[in-house]
Structures are given as structure tokens and as C-alpha cells.
């Protein structure tokens, strides 16, 4: 960021995608992006989008198309975001530890055009491609990749040039539901206001941020790529995140701001004293976190090391929640903040009225200060999450005498494990393929490292004896069909799974039973 920043010009190249071009017209060599891949200028990453954008269209992309990355954390990734913002193009970062089933229902669901692959996983990008014809342009990052084109060829035969006629695009992140089929988080969103991003973050010339989480994440890609590159706030990318490289990426670029998830503060806090010690953290202002609910202890611990300066927001890929800072957080400990303007969440019943304060119900967000979403094909299911202005992601809670918001249960039944939200439906679909098993629940169980961890409980057939062996099946069954993260780290085997009236099986007695049971 240098100090020479005019918001409003800066704005009005924001509201046209073209926020990169306005630092690279202002200081073309200034830092842009720091990786252990490659680096970029502002000016070398605007000509870089330029030439994407002309690649994309000289292969039938345009306006209003969508566009699919699959990449790890490479100035890449930063170009398609860049590119697609200034061509009108929708953008739908993919979570690379997905299968290539679930990769590639993303890629067919979101009607992609267009499918930009890093080397890394080129046997998912194969196999989704197969399954989604109509991403018929196909981009190969770092590497070949069977049936797809060089990224880095594709760009080079085009000029960098301004393109003359740009056009502010959007993203489209996709959200699981319980139904356990993700859901694409669809609006056309308004750019976000420059002056207030940097009024909020407090960025000033000299700053550098870090970013320690996946950029197919909304909380990466928003406050640690999207906002400080708004600003022209260099941005040093970590390639998979452990708390001894993260210290030294601190120390040497002089990190001042970044995001984490609580999972990142417990392993940062369990570092021998003597190396949290000589850790050079001084040059830290503002860490903001989110994605799961942060212990009261752990969040007082990092707070009692790197100083108040830690921040912390409630939202979702659907919308904003609230937002509380340090000292707030010390007089108010365990809040998640305190709504502004006042009706930007409340507590509910069901129908959407308010309750008092002191009593438990479901989180209501408004959803008009950042646009109506909708899920994409699923006016059902959109219709179904609001009422009026307001939307519920089935979050529990409660607010205080002084309006400030606490969460009690982020969902009735969704896992979230190191900031990561796991549909427990999808696990107990693969788990009742398995011919042993009769009947199965998948449950969160705490876990101090990761907030929670997976448990399955099974009920297995008539003629089957439960055993060590037949867990350790189950779990290697459920690698072959899910991602790594949503599996169960450990099964128990049951005579009979709790079931109310009608059937359904009674999760919440679960949770209490195995609730002290231990790590997963």
C-alpha cells in the first residue's frame, strides 16, 4: 500500500474488476505476490490477467461464463481471480482434497466453460473433465496434464495490454448443505469498498500480509488475497500451513497482517515455550479469525502473546455476521461480536421472530448489506432459508443484556474440524454402500486440536461381529469415496442407534453420549 492511494479513483477501477491495474499503473514494481513458486509485480500480474482474459476469449469465454480453478496457493491462482474479475466471468475455486466424483459434480453443477488445473492434481482434473463436457477449455497450471493445454502457452501468445472493455465479474463458492450436496452461494456481488477495507484492517504503506489458508476457502480468498491486493497490500503465499514456517515467514517478510483459524492458534500455542520465545511476532497489527468457534482459553492465550490485536468475525459463504475486536472480546469473553446496524443478525425462533436476550435460538442474518444470494438451481432451497430480509444457516445462539452475540452450536449436526465444515449426511451415504453396515451416524466429538473431530457410529447388520479390523475397513472405505478430511477418524459399533418416532435417528443423544468420550 503506498500513501499516494486516491479512494475514489481506486473505487471507481474496483467497480470495473480493475483494482490490480490501478496499482500497477501507480507502481508497476511493486510487490504484488511472494510464493514459493513464483513471485509477481503488480505490473507483471495485470498484463498476466490481461493475457488470461484474451486466452479465455479467443477459446469461446465471455462475459457471464463460468470458470473453474483447481490450484494450490501459485500466483496463479491470483491471475484467475484477477482475469475473471475484469472479464465479467463468474469464478468457482474448487477444494482440491475433494475426490474427482465430488470435483467433478462442482464442475458440471456450476456450468463451467472453463477448467484451470494445477499439475498437483491433474488425476482429479482428468477425471472431472470427463464427467463435465461443456468445460471445453481446459488449462494446465505448472505442468502438463492429459487433455489440457499449457496455462503459460495459452498466455504467452496474447498481448498484456489493457483489454478495452472490462467488466466486473463474481465468484460463486459452493457450501454443503445437510442434504450433504454442495450447494453453489450464488449473487452478483458489489465491490467491496476500498476506503472501508483499509479504514478496517488499518493498512498503512510497508504493509505485508500473509496468507495461511487455502485460497479455495471464501475467508482466504476475501481477507488475505482479494482485500490487501484491493488496497495494493503485498500478499506472501503459504503453500500448506505449520506453525514453525508461518513464524518464520512472519519474521522475515515482516508480516503485519493475516487470518487464521483456531486450529492454527492451538498449534502455534503448543510450540515449545523456548521457540514461541525467540519468535520475532512484533511486526504483527492485525490477525483476524474465523471458520469455527475459538475456545475462550485459547483465543485468551494468543491474545496474552502477540497482544490485542486479534480480531475476529461471524459469516459464512452465504453472508456477514458480526465482527469484535480485541477489547471487546477481553470484557465480553467468548462473544462473537454485536450486530451493526443492529438488525445485521438477531436470534430467533423458527419463524424469524426475536427472542429475549439470555434464551437459546437460531442466528438471523441479513443478507440485503451484501445482496440476496441464492443457491444456484435450488429455488427451493433458497426460498426455504429466508424470511424477509433475513436468512438462517441453522447456527444456535444467544444475546446478552448488551446485545452482543454468543454461539452455543454452529449447526445441529454439521462437523467443522479445523475450520472446515463437515456434512455428516454425506459420510453416513458411503458408509450404509458398506455391506457390513446396517445403519450409521456421523457426529462431531470434541478434539482440542481441531475443535472437533469425526466419529462414526454404526449399527451393523445381523450377521456381522464388530472388531477392530472391520473399523479399520470402514474408515478405508469411506478414503476410497471422500475427501480425507471428511472421514471418521474413529468407528464405534453399537447394538442399536437411537431413533426418534418417525425413524430419524436421534444425533443430539449421540453427541451427549460420546460428547467426553475422548480424541476421536
Not at 505442468?143 to 495490454?161: R, V
Not at 475459538?294 to 480480531?311: A, N, S, T, Y
Not at 430480509?389 to 452482543?404: P, R, V
Not at 458411503?430 to 455391506?435: A, F, G
Request: glycine share 8%; with cysteine; net charge negative.
Amino acid at each position: 500500500m503506498t500513501a499516494a492511494i486516491n479512494f475514489d479513483e481506486l473505487q471507481g477501477a474496483a467497480d470495473r474488476g480493475l483494482a490490480i491495474s490501478y496499482h500497477a499503473d501507480a507502481d508497476p514494481d511493486r510487490p504484488a505476490l511472494v510464493s514459493a513458486w513464483d513471485d509477481r509485480t503488480f505490473g507483471e500480474l495485470d498484463d498476466r490477467a490481461n493475457q488470461l482474459v484474451r486466452a479465455l476469449r479467443a477459446r469461446g469465454v465471455h462475459a457471464g461464463d463460468g470458470v473453474v480453478v483447481l490450484c494450490a496457493n501459485r500466483p496463479e491462482f491470483a491471475e484467475v481471480v484477477a482475469a475473471t474479475q475484469r472479464a465479467g466471468l463468474r469464478l468457482t475455486p474448487v477444494n482440491w482434497h475433494l475426490t474427482a466424483a465430488e470435483t467433478a459434480y462442482i464442475v458440471d453443477d456450476c456450468e463451467a466453460k472453463a477448467l484451470i488445473a494445477d499439475v498437483r492434481f491433474a488425476a482429479t482434473a482428468v477425471a472431472a473433465a470427463i464427467e463435465a463436457p461443456r468445460a471445453t477449455v481446459r488449462l494446465a497450471v505448472g505442468g502438463p496434464i492429459d487433455g489440457f493445454e499449457a496455462y503459460d502457452d495459452a498466455l504467452a501468445a496474447e498481448t498484456g495490454d489493457a483489454i478495452e472493455d472490462p467488466t466486473l465479474g463474481w465468484s460463486m463458492l459452493y457450501t454443503s448443505g445437510t442434504t450433504g450436496r454442495p450447494k453453489g452461494v450464488h449473487r452478483n456481488e458489489a465491490p467491496v469498498s476500498a476506503k472501508l477495507a483499509a479504514r478496517m484492517a488499518g493498512y498503512r504503506p510497508g504493509d505485508v500480509n500473509l496468507c495461511t489458508g487455502p485460497l479455495y476457502h471464501a475467508a482466504p480468498l476475501l481477507f488475505t488475497l482479494g482485500v490487501p491486493l484491493l488496497v495494493g497490500v503485498p500478499v506472501v503465499l503459504m503453500d500448506g500451513w505449520n506453525p514453525a514456517e508461518c513464524l518464520r515467514l512472519i519474521e522475515e517478510h515482516r508480516i503485519t497482517h493475516t487470518h487464521m483459524v483456531p486450529t492454527m492458534f492451538h498449534r502455534l500455542l503448543a510450540l515449545p515455550e523456548d521457540v514461541r520465545a525467540v519468535a520475532d511476532v512484533s511486526s504483527l497489527r492485525y490477525v483476524i479469525h474465523g471458520a469455527a468457534p475459538c475456545p475462550v482459553g485459547v483465543k485468551q492465550r494468543m491474545i496474552d502473546w502477540v497482544g490485542p490485536i486479534v480480531h475476529e468475525y461471524y459469516a459464512a459463504t452465504e453472508g456477514l455476521g458480526t465482527f469484535v475486536d480485541s477489547e471487546t472480546w477481553l470484557k465480553k469473553p467468548g462473544t462473537v461480536g454485536k450486530p451493526w446496524p443492529e438488525d445485521q443478525a438477531f436470534v430467533g425462533d423458527e419463524d424469524g421472530n426475536r427472542l429475549p436476550p439470555g434464551e437459546v435460538g437460531l442466528v438471523w442474518l441479513k443478507a440485503a448489506t451484501i445482496g440476496r444470494f441464492e443457491y444456484f438451481k435450488d429455488d427451493t432451497k433458497t426460498e426455504s432459508t429466508y424470511r424477509g430480509e433475513h436468512f438462517t444457516l441453522g447456527d444456535m445462539g444467544y444475546s446478552d443484556e448488551d446485545g452482543y452475540l454468543f454461539l452455543t452450536d454452529r449447526t445441529a449436526n454439521v462437523i467443522i474440524s479445523g475450520g472446515v465444515n463437515i456434512y455428516p449426511a454425506e459420510v453416513d451415504a458411503v458408509l450404509l454402500e458398506h455391506p457390513a453396515v446396517g445403519d450409521a451416524a456421523t457426529i462431531g466429538i470434541p478434539d482440542d486440536e481441531w475443535g472437533e473431530a469425526v466419529l462414526a457410529v454404526v449399527e451393523l447388520r445381523d450377521d456381522m461381529t464388530a472388531s477392530d479390523e472391520l473399523a479399520a475397513q470402514l474408515v478405508g472405505f469411506c478414503r476410497e469415496h471422500l475427501a480425507g478430511f471428511k472421514c471418521p477418524r474413529r468407528v464405534e459399533f453399537v447394538a442399536e442407534l437411537p431413533r426418534q418416532d418417525n425413524g430419524k435417528i436421534y444425533k443430539r443423544l449421540l453427541r451427549d453420549r460420546y460428547r467426553d468420550a475422548g480424541p476421536a
